[in-house]
């Protein structure tokens, strides 16, 4: 029985084979992006393009005040950076091309969907083990007072951020090898408003059974081994903070709430979304989870951390008034 089945799987390959020779191998894909009457694509194009520039601005003005502050001269804030630069760039790689899918049809080459697809799994790993730094910095600053400055000094918040880069860059390289391998040669039309990994292996006709097991294996264990290591974080401050009196625990939970509030957007999204077989309804319900981070959540992340922290309402509020006063002095 194991032996026919085996036979008949050869078979089927074979055949496969043939037929993939005579089918015409496609060069572009068409994104569909969303099916929808002209008035409402206006009307996303607008909404899409206010949240990229929310996020440009509002990313920028962090980055700014982290760089110009000294009393943001601090890992914590070394950190926020960081992740404020990643929002930018990682918003950057799949909303212009979505903000033309609004006007007129819009058409990639199938390499530079992969290429799109390859940075956008780069930077979405990225954040995600930076993420899990940025709780590990929390769980230092509030669990470790005395010994923070030795734990997070200089050198290994380089370290840290260096191996958030590098673990984004193995993971994205995993996903790019194993789709630049299928064939396309039917079907180009991606439901979806970015090239991502299941929309892309749905219109292969090779075989993809290893790719959908690569993604559920590779995606489960970052997304859920950052989540994890998160979480531990997390453990120790709340059993830390039983311990402390009710002032100290206000202000620690007042600088966690912001890290934390970011986490649950992030990676409530991600795993819904890659811990799933591609199908019809997955690829319905995956596209609306990328609208969430890839289009709100980086845009939401300055305006959390202006609302929630103190030392950045106050940085804010020191930009906000030395800009105005230069402008002034010009006038």
Same mark, same amino acid.
């Given at each position: 029985?194991?032996?026919?089945?085996?036979?008949?799987?050869?078979?089927?390959?074979?055949?496969?084979?043939?037929?993939?020779?005579?089918?015409?191998?496609?060069?572009?894909?068409?994104?569909?992006?969303?099916?929808?009457?002209?008035?409402?694509?206006?009307?996303?194009?607008?909404?899409?393009?206010?949240?990229?520039?929310?996020?440009?601005?509002?990313?920028?003005?962090?980055?700014?005040?982290?760089?110009?502050?000294?009393?943001?001269?601090?890992?914590?804030?070394?950190?926020?950076?960081?992740?404020?630069?990643?929002?930018?760039?990682?918003?950057?790689?799949?909303?212009?091309?979505?903000?033309?899918?609004?006007?007129?049809?819009?058409?990639?080459?199938?390499?530079?969907?992969?290429?799109?697809?390859?940075?956008?799994?780069?930077?979405?790993?990225?954040?995600?083990?930076?993420?899990?730094?940025?709780?590990?910095?929390?769980?230092?600053?509030?669990?470790?007072?005395?010994?923070?400055?030795?734990?997070?000094?200089? $050198? @290994?918040? *380089?370290?840290?951020?260096? &191996?958030?880069?590098? +673990?984004? =860059?193995?993971? %994205?390289?995993?996903?790019?090898?194993?789709?630049?391998?299928?064939?396309?040669?039917?079907?180009?039309?991606?439901?979806?408003?970015?090239?991502?990994?299941?929309?892309?292996?749905?219109?292969?006709?090779?075989?993809?059974?290893?790719?959908?097991?690569?993604?559920?294996?590779?995606?489960?264990?970052?997304?859920?081994?950052?989540?994890?290591?998160?979480?531990?974080?997390?453990?120790?401050?709340?059993?830390?903070?039983?311990?402390?009196?009710?002032?100290?625990?206000?202000?620690?939970?007042?600088?966690?709430?912001?890290?934390? $509030? @970011?986490? *649950?957007?992030?990676?409530? &999204?991600?795993?819904? +979304?890659? =811990?799933?077989? %591609?199908?019809?309804?997955?690829?319905?319900?995956?596209?609306?989870?990328?609208?969430?981070?890839?289009?709100?959540?980086?845009?939401?992340?300055?305006?959390?951390?202006?609302?929630?922290?103190?030392?950045?309402?106050?940085?804010?509020?020191?930009?906000?008034?030395?800009?105005?006063?230069?402008?002034?002095?010009?006038?």
């Amino acid at each position: 029985m194991i032996m026919q089945s085996g036979y008949e799987y050869f078979n089927f390959v074979k055949i496969k084979g043939v037929e993939r020779g005579n089918w015409t191998s496609i060069n572009e894909f068409i994104l569909t992006g969303f099916n929808s009457q002209k008035w409402l694509q206006i009307v996303l194009f607008e909404v899409f393009l206010l949240f990229y520039l929310l996020n440009i601005f509002g990313n920028l003005i962090i980055m700014t005040m982290v760089i110009s502050d000294h009393a943001l001269n601090s890992p914590m804030y070394f950190l926020l950076a960081n992740l404020s630069f990643l929002d930018i760039v990682y918003s950057s790689v799949t909303l212009p091309k979505t903000l033309v899918g609004f006007l007129k049809e819009n058409r990639i080459t199938v390499n530079g969907c992969i290429l799109q697809m390859h940075f956008f799994h780069f930077l979405g790993c990225t954040e995600g083990v930076l993420l899990a730094v940025m709780g590990y910095d929390r769980y230092a600053a509030i669990c470790q007072p005395l010994r923070y400055n030795l734990i997070m000094n200089k $050198s @290994i918040c *380089i370290q840290l951020v260096s &191996t958030s880069w590098v +673990t984004g =860059l193995i993971y %994205a390289m995993s996903h790019t090898v194993m789709t630049a391998q299928l064939t396309f040669c039917k079907f180009n039309k991606i439901r979806h408003f970015f090239c991502d990994v299941k929309p892309i292996i749905k219109l292969s006709c090779s075989n993809t059974y290893l790719n959908e097991l690569m993604l559920i294996i590779i995606g489960g264990f970052f997304s859920t081994g950052t989540l994890i290591l998160t979480v531990i974080s997390y453990c120790f401050i709340s059993t830390h903070l039983l311990k402390i009196n009710s002032k100290g625990r206000q202000k620690a939970i007042s600088t966690c709430s912001s890290h934390l $509030s @970011i986490v *649950i957007m992030f990676y409530g &999204t991600a795993v819904c +979304t890659y =811990l799933g077989p %591609a199908s019809v309804d997955s690829i319905e319900k995956d596209r609306v989870a990328a609208i969430l981070f890839t289009v709100i959540t980086p845009a939401l992340n300055p305006i959390i951390y202006t609302l929630r922290n103190k030392e950045v309402r106050q940085s804010f509020k020191k930009l906000f008034k030395y800009t105005l006063y230069g402008r002034m002095r010009l006038l």
